[in-house]
C-alpha cells in the first residue's frame, strides 16, 4: 500500500530561548490511503498539533510531511495540494461555527478557494441538498443561523462543510468529545459511512479509547509529543507493548 | 439521611417555562455512592443545585421538599443553607480551574475554607491543611499549599477541590462531572481518591455523570434521568446489566465499547425534547422504538419492577 501522507522525522517546537516546549518530537508515520488512523493520548500530548501540522495551521520546525509524493510544507509555506483536498472537523461545533453565517453560507464557504468553474458544479443548489440531507440534517435548516442548533447538528454541519469540496483526506480532531454518548453514536455512523461512499481517508484524534477502538484500522499512542507505540489497533489493544499504552488501557473504565 | 421528594424545579427564561425537574423523589444513605446518569438538559445538575441552594434566580421551585436530618432544606434561610455547605454538604464541580480562586495560593484558599467553619487558629488551620492535602494524595502538601492554581495541572487542581470539600469532613459530598475535565488516566484515580474518602471517612456520595463507565466503576446504586425526570433507579449492577427502561438500554447499546468495527452503533435517533414545551406522555415516546399509544398520552410513573429496582415505562406495567 502506498501512503497517502508520509510524516519524517518532523519537530514542532514552540516558543524561544528557554521558554520553549516541543510538542512534537522526531515523528515519522505513514498513513496510508483509505484506512482510519487513530491518534490518541491525553491532553498536551501533541496529537493535536500533529494535526494542525497536516492541515497547515502550524509549520514544523523541521522535517518534512508529504502528501501524495508532494512536499506539505516549503519552508513556512503551506504548499496546500488542491484546495480542499485536506478538510478537517474540530472538537467544539460551538466555536468552530461562525454564529453570523447562515448555515448554508457555512457549508459553502470552502468553495471560495477553487476555481470558478469547479465552484459552480461542486455547489450546485442540487448537490448542496444532496449533502445536506446525506448528513442528516434537512434543506430547510440551510436559512437558519448555528446557535439554532444542537450540539449533534452543528457537528453534522461541520461535516458538510468539511464534505463540500470533495476531500480525499480529513483530519478529525476530537469530533465526538462534546456530545452526549447517543448522539456520539449518530455521529461515529455517519463519519463510518461517509467514508466507505466516498473513500476517504481519517486522521481520527481522540482520547477515548472505545470510540478509537471502534473507527480505527490502525492507531498511534502518543506521549509527551513522541509516538510510544503505533500498529493495528486490535494488536495495541490486545497486547499492549508500551507502559504508557498499558496504563492507558487499564484505565479504560468498562461499562460491563 | 437525605430525602428529596417530589421535586419539581421551573426555570422562567425568555420564551417561557421550563421544566427543568419534574417530580423528583432520592433518598441517599449514610456511606452510600449514588449516581445519576444522564445527557445533558436531563436535569441532573438541577438537582444538585437545588440541594445546594444554588439554583439561579430566575428558578422557582414549584413543589416539593428536600429533607436533611428532619430540616427541609427549600426553607431553610441563607445563612444556615451557607453554614451547611462546605459543612455538612460538600461540592466539587467540573472545572477545578474556575472552582479555585485565581489569585489565593492553595494554603491560603484551604485556611479559609476551615475557619470558615471551625473557631481555630491560623497556625491550626495551616496544619489541618496540610492534613488534607496529604488525605488528596498530594505527595509535597508543603509546596503546593504556597502554589497558585495555575502552576498545577488538571488532575492536582481537583485533588486540591476535593481536598477543600473535605477539609470540614462532610456528611455528603456532591460531585458533579469531578473527572469529566481530567484525562483517563488521572480520571481513574480520581474516582480510586473519592471510593476511599467514602470508605474511610463514611462520606456519602451524590456523584453526577453523563459517563456510564464511571458510574459502574464507582457508585452502589445508579439513577437514570431523562428530561427533567427519574427514569429508572436501582443497584449500579441491576441497572447496567439488566436495564428495564428503553432509554437505558439505548443508551448502553450506543457505547462504541463493545461493538465490532464492522457494526453500526445503534444511535438513539431524534433528539431530547424541548422542556419548554415538554411532549405529551412518556419523555422518551418520541424516541423509543417500542413506544405504544399509551406512552403518547398518558406519563407512566416510577414503579416498583423488582426488589429495589423502579422504572417508569408503559411496557413494565401490566395495566398497559
Not at chain 2, 449514610?30 to 436531563?42: D, M, T
Not at chain 2, 461540592?91 to 470558615?116: C, D, K, S, W, Y
Request: neutral net charge; contains cysteine; glycine residues 6%.
Amino acid at each position: 500500500m502506498t501512503p497517502l501522507v508520509q510524516i519524517n522525522h518532523i519537530n514542532k517546537i514552540y516558543g524561544k530561548r528557554k521558554a520553549v516546549i516541543q510538542a512534537i518530537k522526531d515523528i515519522s508515520l505513514p498513513i496510508y490511503e483509505g484506512e482510519t488512523l487513530g491518534l490518541v493520548g491525553e491532553s498536551g500530548s501533541g496529537k493535536s498539533t500533529l494535526g494542525k501540522l497536516l492541515i497547515g495551521l502550524e509549520p514544523p520546525t523541521s522535517g518534512d510531511i508529504s502528501y501524495r509524493n508532494n512536499l506539505l510544507w516549503k519552508k513556512k509555506r503551506f504548499m496546500r495540494p488542491s484546495p480542499g483536498e485536506i478538510q478537517t472537523v474540530f472538537q467544539d461545533p460551538q466555536s468552530s461555527l461562525d454564529p453570523r453565517m447562515r448555515v448554508k453560507q457555512i457549508i459553502l464557504e470552502p468553495l471560495n478557494a477553487l476555481p470558478d468553474q469547479e465552484r459552480k458544479v461542486k455547489g450546485s443548489l442540487e448537490r448542496l441538498h444532496t449533502l445536506v440531507k446525506r448528513v442528516g440534517l434537512k434543506i430547510e435548516h440551510l436559512e437558519r443561523y448555528p446557535h439554532e442548533f444542537s450540539g449533534g447538528q452543528r457537528q453534522r454541519i461541520a461535516i458538510a462543510r468539511a464534505l463540500v469540496t470533495e476531500p480525499s483526506f480529513i483530519v478529525l480532531d476530537e469530533p465526538t468529545s462534546a456530545l452526549d454518548v447517543s448522539v456520539q453514536a449518530q455521529v461515529l455512523n455517519l463519519l463510518k459511512e461517509l467514508k466507505q461512499e466516498n473513500q476517504l481517508t481519517y486522521l481520527f484524534i481522540s482520547h477515548n479509547m472505545s470510540v478509537i477502538r471502534y473507527m480505527c484500522d490502525r492507531m498511534a499512542v502518543m506521549y509527551k509529543g513522541e509516538i510510544v507505540e503505533i500498529g493495528e489497533t486490535k494488536s495495541i489493544l490486545n497486547n499492549p507493548k508500551h507502559d504508557y499504552t498499558k496504563m492507558l488501557l487499564s484505565s479504560m473504565l468498562k461499562v460491563n | 439521611m437525605l430525602d428529596i421528594k417530589n421535586l419539581s424545579v421551573e426555570f422562567n427564561d425568555l420564551n417561557g417555562r421550563v421544566k427543568a425537574l419534574t417530580n423528583i423523589n432520592i433518598h441517599i444513605e449514610q456511606g452510600e455512592i449514588v449516581g445519576i446518569v444522564g445527557e445533558s438538559g436531563s436535569g441532573k445538575s438541577v438537582t444538585a443545585l437545588s440541594i445546594l441552594g444554588l439554583l439561579d434566580e430566575n428558578a422557582h421551585i414549584s413543589n416539593g421538599s428536600i429533607i436533611y436530618h428532619d430540616q427541609n432544606l427549600l426553607e431553610m434561610n441563607v445563612k444556615d443553607i451557607q453554614a451547611l455547605r462546605g459543612k455538612k454538604i460538600g461540592m466539587v464541580f467540573q472545572e477545578p480551574m474556575t472552582a479555585l480562586h485565581p489569585t489565593m495560593n492553595i494554603g491560603q484558599q484551604l485556611i479559609e475554607v476551615i475557619r470558615q467553619h471551625k473557631k481555630v487558629s491560623k497556625k491550626e488551620a495551616y496544619r489541618l491543611a496540610i492534613e488534607a492535602l496529604k488525605d488528596v494524595h498530594i505527595h509535597h502538601p508543603e509546596k503546593v499549599a504556597k502554589q497558585y492554581p495555575f502552576e498545577l495541572s488538571g488532575g492536582m487542581r481537583q485533588r486540591v477541590v476535593i481536598a477543600l470539600a473535605m477539609s470540614n469532613p462532610p456528611e455528603l459530598l456532591i460531585a458533579d462531572e469531578p473527572t469529566t475535565a481530567l484525562d483517563v488516566t488521572i480520571q481513574s484515580e480520581i474516582l480510586n481518591l473519592m471510593k476511599e474518602l467514602n470508605q474511610k471517612k463514611s462520606v456519602s456520595v451524590l456523584l453526577i455523570t453523563h459517563d456510564l463507565g464511571v458510574v459502574s466503576q464507582l457508585c452502589d446504586r445508579t439513577i437514570v434521568m431523562y428530561a427533567g425526570q427519574i427514569v429508572e433507579t436501582g443497584l449500579t449492577y441491576d441497572v447496567l446489566h439488566f436495564p428495564k427502561h428503553p432509554y437505558t438500554e439505548a443508551l448502553l447499546n450506543s457505547l462504541p465499547d463493545l461493538k465490532q468495527q464492522d457494526q453500526l452503533l445503534e444511535a438513539i435517533p431524534g433528539e431530547v425534547p424541548d422542556l419548554r414545551y415538554p411532549p405529551m406522555g412518556c419523555p422518551f415516546h418520541s424516541r423509543c422504538k417500542q413506544a405504544m399509544t399509551i406512552c403518547r398520552e398518558h406519563d407512566p410513573k416510577l414503579d416498583i419492577c423488582e426488589g429495589n429496582h423502579y422504572v417508569a415505562c408503559w411496557l413494565r406495567r401490566d395495566e398497559a
